[in-house]
């Protein structure tokens, strides 16, 4: 009998992949479930943008390959956006590389500079695709705590405690997913000094640096973080492109072409209309379009969002950025799941449990800010009824 790889073993279905299916067989039920559960922004790109594909589009020589390292225009619009947004200096042929998502790049990361059996950092809690992915390629997976009384920083001290003589790569990601602990610079500097000391590659994914944030951060702003740091940034939230799957690694030159080597095996480049759409967004969404659509938008359903965490008696960080709400829930739960299993079945609102991201995850809860303002409300008022039944 044919049995599949012990890879298959070691991971689960992702934890969205599967509960929507719950969902869509609840919906189908007639229960017209919210979803207040994914980051997927729910309002479109931008005119231009959408305009720029839809021209492109039209043009017969668009449709065919294009070249894995990217357009010249999209990496130079995307130079321009480091320059702009983080005053970070990043020479556009040699310096980034376009992927076609933050999950894409965590795989070529992880291809181009772990063997298996090599160790790699990963926070707690965290983004669950960086252990499946290493899950996946057979390195050894370190977890390191995050927690909430030091602001979901890294702990240094411990780190420093830690034998770090395996580790090859650590995953960082400020602003921080799932907890909204937002980026510091002393984090930052501190990660670029254990980096260089231990020879170690830091990733640090930062795709939320715009939302809820007048003061986005990049990494690369510490002097000396190329030589030893990539990041990976994404059009999916602060542009509104999730399903359009538009993102780029930034590095020095030697780790870039390590991991387009990686890439180029695996992908071609992506449609031509989207490139140049994408730069279109990156060159000329204006300032007003960012505040409206990464701030005001995301700040009205906040206040919402702590409502509704107010009404389940959780208590959360006011100083959170980032498009997803993290509260920690009453002692009265065994643990978040209990919690949000009542929420989804009895008020009909999808709500993630924390232990998906992680052993430190388990008494929270994350809220998600990316579903309309009337949707908000109405799993508002459901929970009120349900809390007070």
Known sequence: ?????????????????????????????????????????????????INKLCEVSRIPSSHGYQPTAGLPELRKAMSGFYKRTYGVEIEWKTELQPIIGSKEGIMYVTLAFCNPGDEVLI???????????NKIFGTKIINYNLREDNGWQPDFEALERMDL???????????NMPTGGNARMETFEKLVDFAQRHNIVVVND????????????????????????????????????????????????????????????????????????AAEALENNSEEWHHVNNIETYKRRRVVAEQIMSELGCCFDPQQVGMFLWGRIPEAYDDAEELTERVLHEARVFITP???????????????????DEHMKEALVRIIQWRRS
Not at 207 to 227: C, D, F, R, T, W
């Open 1 to 49: 009998m044919i049995q599949p790889a012990n890879r298959v073993d070691s991971i689960q279905e992702y934890y969205f992949s599967r509960k929507l299916k719950e969902v869509a067989k609840l919906n189908g039920e007639g229960q017209d479930i919210i979803s207040l559960a994914i980051g997927s922004p729910d309002r479109p790109p931008s005119a231009q943008t």
């Open 206 to 277: 930062n795709p939320y640096s715009l939302i809820l944030n007048e003061h986005p951060m990049s990494i690369m702003q510490v002097p000396g973080a190329k030589n030893c740091c990539i990041e990976l940034n994404s059009m999916s939230k602060g542009h509104n492109m999730p399903g359009w799957r538009v993102a780029m690694m930034t590095s020095n030159s030697e780790y870039i072409s390590w991991m387009l080597k990686i890439q180029s095996n695996i992908e071609n480049g992506m449609f031509r209309g989207i490139q140049l759409a």
């Open 123 to 133: 926070p707690d809690p965290g983004y669950p695709t960086y252990t499946a992915i």
């Open 354 to 372: 924390g232990f998906i991201f992680g052993e430190n995850g388990k008494r929270y809860i994350r809220i998600s800010l990316c579903a309309r």
């Open 165 to 175: 003589s395996k580790v090859k790569v650590m995953w960082t990601n400020y602003p």
